[in-house]
């Protein structure tokens, strides 16, 4: 795995997002790349990671990219690849990463599952950084992490890292997780992002869903009713925002 770089933006935030739980971390991140103004500046290599591509406005992403946003000094880590038995050579580049740009903080964002059917989903967080718990975030008392995110939480010492994570209920592609995240990430770098379009993406999905629900078990009660597959509506979803 090789981390390759065309400019070093020095004291940034480095944020990263993985394809956790709810896709929360990789949504949120291309969320961030869609509203902020940013460069591409470099990527992360490796021929034995899924040779994944996405094209998204005519530009070409790979499944490890990194983006710079010069107003707010941040560093974006683009994750659409699946990670899974490269957990520990990522969190490896992602420090020298930090190392390399004498990185100020590096945030992390996922989303942590719930049991709880709940009215509102919270947000807590991993950090040292105190600036979270004004902003009314609960530090996380008790948890599992895994995957990529765990091995970053234990393996960065060359900044300070922080993890913003958001509840869900659902492994589904989480758009109304990753609204939470992003509101919390403009409260904290006050970047004056609107989260709006996240949450309504949310509303669609969770309706489509419901409706797709609904036709497959009246079709499971009177089978003789559907002498072919339903056709459905094709509707903007959350992985929409994958690119």
Known sequence: ?????????????????????????????????????????????????????????SKLIG?????????????????????????WKISEVIQDLAEDLKAKEVIVLEG??????????GIYYYSENKAFEKLGLKPIQEGVMMGATATLLLRCKTAPISALLAEGHS?????????????????????????KPLLEAAQKFETMLKTLTSKLKEQQQSPDKFNTPPNYKTEKTDLDYLG
């Open 171 to 195: 492994e589904l592609p989480d758009s109304e997780a990753a609204a939470r995240i992003i509101k919390v990430l403009d409260d904290y770098l006050g970047m004056n992002i609107d989260f």
């Open 63 to 87: 499944p490890l990219d990194i983006f710079y946003n010069k107003k707010y000094n941040l560093v974006i880590v683009q994750t659409l690849s699946e990670l899974t038995g490269f957990e």
């Open 112 to 121: 942590i599952p719930t049991t709880q059917k709940k009215k509102t989903y």
């Open 1 to 57: 795995m090789h981390l390759n770089l065309e400019k070093r933006p020095l004291n940034s935030r480095i944020i990263v997002g993985f394809p956790g739980y709810g896709l929360v971390g990789t949504i949120a991140t291309k969320f961030l790349i869609e509203h902020l103004d940013i460069d591409p500046i470099g990527s992360i290599e490796s021929d034995k990671l899924l040779p994944l591509a996405a094209i998204h406005k």
